[in-house]
């Protein structure tokens, strides 16, 4: 099985993909195939940038031993992609202590198949590339991925494959924690829709301006993607909170949680020694 690694600011995400259903890598789209194809099991867990390698794999051995699997016999290929330049290392490290493969690290120099128009290519994070080849084989033609994470991100792609660039704001759950941080008599809330836009309680309020003003802003910067992108841009959400905002945006066309797992198995397909 292919193990797909995700590490984000906030949590890292694991899945693992049968060998037998591993995309092509050739940005064919098959009708009705969605990221989660092939995805037999998924993982999410805390970032923690104190871990050890050594610690990283006896949490992921649990894990795997928790749906039957060995970490030997079970997995035989490895693909990373990691905003967290102490973690990438540690992963490295796990890799080569733990698992008997050579991991595929998403970075300046991997190939991709597509053609990065940021003026550093080597500024794109490797979770917005993996989104970004993943949104172009399931949906080929120009697309807008929203990516609600740690940081709220939008990415651009072109009908001709390129990655253009994007737009970065503050995630949800950083712009709420400065709120409560900085505001002494507001305090935390469960974010579940309020009885209407106007809360007739703090806590409604908080709920109110969270889902649906997050929800505008998504909607007004998709708007403005796609008046240089063109009319029939897909926009596709993913991230933890994806599947949350999306039912209030009047913009977002298709939510994929497991967008970036299956940017990066596709990305693994075409960095295979075989493919050279």
């Keep these: 099985m292919l193990l797909a690694i995700d590490v984000g600011n906030t949590q890292t995400v694991f899945g693992l993909y049968d060998a037998d259903s591993?995309?092509?890598?050739d940005g064919a789209s098959l009708v009705g195939r969605k990221a989660d194809s092939g995805l037999s099991h998924n993982f999410r867990i805390a970032t923690v940038a104190g871990r050890t390698a050594d610690e990283h794999a006896l949490l992921f051995s649990q894990l795997l031993d928790m749906r039957g699997l060995d970490r030997l016999s079970s997995i035989s290929g490895l693909v990373v992609s990691s905003t967290v330049p102490s973690i990438t290392t540690t992963v490295r490290d796990m890799v080569d202590r733990w698992f008997q493969v050579d991991?595929?690290?998403v970075g300046p120099g991997i190939?991709?198949?597509?053609?990065?128009?940021?003026?550093?290519?080597?500024?794109?994070?490797?979770?917005r590339i993996a989104d970004a080849v993943a949104a172009y084989d399931l949906y080929p033609g120009p697309c807008l991925i929203v990516d609600f994470g740690t940081?709220?991100?939008?990415?651009?792609?072109?009908?001709?494959?390129?990655?253009?660039?994007g737009a970065i704001v503050p995630g949800i759950e950083i712009?709420?924690?400065?709120?409560?941080?900085?505001?002494?008599?507001?305090?935390?809330?469960?974010?579940?829709?309020?009885?209407?836009?106007?809360?007739?309680?703090?806590?409604?309020?908080?709920?109110?301006?969270?889902?649906?003003?997050?929800a505008e802003q998504a909607d007004g910067l998709c708007r403005r993607f796609k008046a240089e992108l063109g009319?029939?841009?897909?926009?596709?959400?993913?991230?933890?909170?994806?599947?949350?905002?999306?039912?209030?945006?009047?913009?977002i066309d298709v939510v994929e949680p497991w967008l970036t797992l299956h940017g990066l198995r596709l990305i693994y397909e075409m960095n295979l020694p075989s493919k050279d």
Excluded at 236 to 248: D, E, K, M, N, P
């Design 22 to 25: 591993v995309a092509s890598g």
């Design 103 to 105: 991991p595929v690290v």
């Design 111 to 127: 190939r991709s198949g597509m053609s990065i128009l940021y003026d550093n290519p080597k500024e794109v994070g490797a979770d």
């Design 151 to 165: 940081a709220t991100t939008f990415d651009a792609v072109s009908s001709k494959r390129e990655y253009l660039g």
């Design 175 to 214: 712009s709420l924690n400065a709120l409560f941080s900085q505001a002494a008599a507001l305090r935390k809330v469960e974010l579940t829709e309020p009885r209407g836009i106007i809360g007739k309680s703090t806590v409604e309020s908080i709920q109110s301006g969270a889902l649906f003003g997050f």
């Design 231 to 251: 009319a029939n841009t897909t926009v596709i959400a993913t991230g933890g909170l994806s599947g949350l905002i999306s039912r209030y945006c009047k913009e």
